[in-house]
T-cell receptor, first 112, second 116 residues
Framework: GNSVTQMEGPVTLSEEAFLTINCTYTATGYPSLFWYVQYPGEGLQLLLKATKADDKGSNKGFEATYRKETTSFHLEKGSVQVSDSAVYFCARMDTGRRALTFGSGTRLQVQP | DTEVTQTPKHLVMGMTNKKSLKCEQHMGHRAMYWYKQKAKKPPELMFVYSYEKLSINESVPSRFSPECPNSSLLNLHLHALQPEDSALYLC???????????????FGPGTRLTVL
């Protein structure tokens, strides 16, 4: 079936470090891909999205590129802040479906 | 504005109680969703409404009863819940465009439900 796999967490970084959170998806169909962020005690916020191959989503210094050849949508940020500490979910939505399929989530902890 | 609001923020109920969760959006979206999120897990889809009609029910027990009174509101009625139903309940909405590309879902802050 259609699935999303994320790297296990927690990821612990120092402030201003470079961040990569890996996300891969099964190569069925042409899904739209999303990154959502969940801060402690809150709901999910859309961070960025890409709807077709080679699209790059970006927001608040975060970027992810839809790579069809590697079936990946890795999240990157050049310099993380303490305020970026949260759980990050990679998700896909397949054309004609309404359900988001989420990865397991990756907790990011940024230390001052 | 991409705001989805949910009330209450927290809810504690006994197994014999009846309560309702409420969700509202004013973005003109015509699809609305309920998700359930257990601790340290991703959200799981429960229900989808499209143009105020139930279009997806992911085999959710009948003690959860959704209702969509109009295009801006979505309710989840709760009755005779079990302690294992304790979770964060998230509402989301999206446009229901006729194009083939899937629409972005925007989430509310959630209701944290505890069943005693």
């Amino acid at each position: 079936g259609n699935s999303v796999t994320q790297m296990e967490g927690p990821v612990t970084l120092s402030e201003e470090a470079f961040l990569t959170i890996n996300c891969t998806y099964t190569a069925t169909g042409y899904p739209s891909l999303f990154w959502y962020v969940q801060y402690p005690g809150e709901g999910l916020q859309l961070l960025l999205k890409a709807t077709k191959a080679d699209d790059k989503g970006s927001n608040k210094g975060f970027e992810a590129t839809y790579r069809k050849e590697t079936t990946s949508f890795h999240l990157e940020k050049g310099s993380v802040q303490v305020s970026d500490s949260a759980v990050y979910f990679c998700a896909r939505m397949d054309t004609g479906r309404r359900a988001l399929t989420f990865g397991s989530g990756t907790r990011l902890q940024v230390q001052p | 504005d991409t705001e989805v609001t949910q009330t209450p923020k927290h809810l504690v109920m006994g197994m014999t109680n009846k309560k309702s969760l409420k969700c509202e959006q004013h973005m003109g979206h015509r699809a609305m969703y309920w998700y359930k999120q257990k601790a340290k897990k991703p959200p799981e889809l429960m229900f989808v409404y499209s143009y105020e009609k139930l279009s997806i029910n992911e085999s959710v027990p009948s003690r959860f009863s959704p209702e969509c009174p109009n295009s801006s509101l979505l309710n989840l009625h709760l009755h005779a819940l079990q302690p294992e139903d304790s979770a964060l309940y998230l509402c989301a909405s999206s446009q229901e465009s006729s194009g083939r590309r899937s629409d972005t879902q925007y989430f509310g802050p959630g209701t944290r439900l505890t069943v005693l």
